[in-house]
């Protein structure tokens, strides 16, 4: 396999997007991925979207998206695994690049979720229609129950979850493309309305519109596009039990855990090596998981990370320096690259006020469900 | 890029089947794969579906359906190209082992659409909708236009029209898992209903549910598994214009072209090579368009090609040996698999009364939308 690069971004701002459509979007954002590397040409396009035959009524965005561009021709195809479709069109264009098939290619993501009246319900056929959405159930409230069971394992309190939120607001008020740029506090947090009990509405990221694309060569290549191209050192893909009711235990996902350990192998790198992080905190309770299950911290401890402050900017591994999903905002098929651009942009030093200082080492990871898919991407400055 | 085979395929019957929901379809078919392998793990597995989310209300296919095979744990994902889903989760199983990444990968292509009350509108979400979807059009209009430019074009007729669906019904009372294993006669075709005028019912594919699945490996690896490995060749994928309005002559499918183009420098073949292949007759105009853009027949003569018997089995080049979409069915994400697998049967021998003697290289062509996408593979004899 070739060494793989990505070598430029681009992304809309996350939000409710009211003016664009979904192809508006879309090409915003790869229209700025190309013109940043130069690029005037594609030998594949892959896109993530979730649900855009549900949400807007329009499947079949390979082509769309393509001629959009004004590049119809091109190999394209969409690619989909829930909330994870971003972080898997990144894996298609890793995989396509390293294999020789193509030289340059896009991975973009996108979702225009604002036009629908049906969000939630739309969101759960994402869980497992026999086991969990027939019966009413909605992803809150299988975090909820997520979250309940890692308090009785581990006392993970409401209060461990609301840090989470609290820091990653504080992350995204630094963030000029996230959704919300306002500091929330301890205090609003734990006074904001019930969803799902335990999970409040500061506990839950937001429904958004918006895209965000990446440009992905191989890295003997890279060069010519930029002067500070960023390995991807690994991209690891797993899935675990679909509904709840099959897991183990429920307060661990066993896919992020599978897809880090891949990654892991494939990078030669382990969770000691990571100076920052883009995790799936589509609850605040996700993330508390996710940093378990991937080995930033030891298990049972994910809760006390953001309360001591070890995963907030200026700590030990500082966690979605974006804001995250939270508050960066979750077009649920655009986060798996938008993910990659935070680590991108930390890598090449550009973050700005959000800049992790010296990382050298990073990893997204990007989980579809209840995390019954979740895939692992290591990133490494070259 | 390795060189990459089919060592084993498993396919359920396609029809109107009450009895059997997405994941069983699936289950079934994976199942058969696994088992004619002797295989016990998978890699990867690469789920080729159109709209589960519109048609039965289940995304995230991926893990739901590597979870169902009770390989929770493994690489999975869905890739949606409208009715071209199939090829394109063929391509992503091909450039997937080709890389090096995975040994061991399942392509599988699934569509339950009879449990939906609203499959013309769900497959109109393949076309573009704000210049097409939102005025109304639906398929059978769409393609009935291509079909009118082809008769103002080149003086193609209703009958030329209509032996395509003679020549596929008459293969297809020949394939035990066809949906209709009859026999239709030129009169039939001629007096069924109009359904957009110059397309009557007979000229049309009907709604299906089914699933298709094939084993792909390390052509090295292969003989682990089978002593009749049929190697994947090549593998291209296209788009155009997604709008019929935005092409420059609708009788012309230039994504076709484009994807064989890619397809037969890949594999080192031309037209003249081919054997047997299976084309996407989703109408009867589709195939006359697909065997012309495949450079199978001249420019402009493919309406005399089923007409002329050069198409039929024990013509020049039989085409759609499987009875095609038209009489075996078109559960649309599973079609590009079960394509292949009629040509890795006929390349093994298997093929019984439908057997294409001698046949040694084949082809299969699989589209999405009005023919938007296109994805082509070439298979060899080993």
Redesign the interface.
Known sequence: ?RDVAIVAAGMTRFGELWDA?L?DLFAEAATEALKNAKADHLD?LFVGN??A??F?????????L??ELGM???????????CASGG?AL??AF??V????SDVVLAAGVEKMTDSTEVTE?LA??????LE?YHGITFPGLYAMIARAHMERWGTTEEDLSWVSVKNHKHGALNPKAQFRSAVSLDDVMRSSPVAEPLRLLHCSPVSDGAAAVLVVPLADAKRYTDRPVRIAAS???????ALA?RKDIAFL??VE?SAR?AYKMAGHGPADINVAEVHDCFAIAEICAIEALGLVERGTGNAAARKGDTALGGRLPVNTSGGLKAKGHPVGATGIAQAIEIFEQLRGEAGARQVADARVGLTQNM??SG??SVVHIFERV
């Not at 390293?98 to 098939?101: L, N, Q, T, Y």
């Open positions: 396999m459509s192809r594949a979730m649900s035959g549900q807007v009524g329009q499947e079949h965005l390979g082509p769309l393509a001629d119809a021709g091109v190999a394209a195809a969409r690619v989909e695994s829930a898997v894996r298609s995989i396509e390293a294999s020789g098939a739309v056929t994402a869980s497992d229609q026999e959405a690891g893909l797993a899935t675990g039990p679909m099959s066993d896919a599978a891949r579809g469900g019954a898919s």
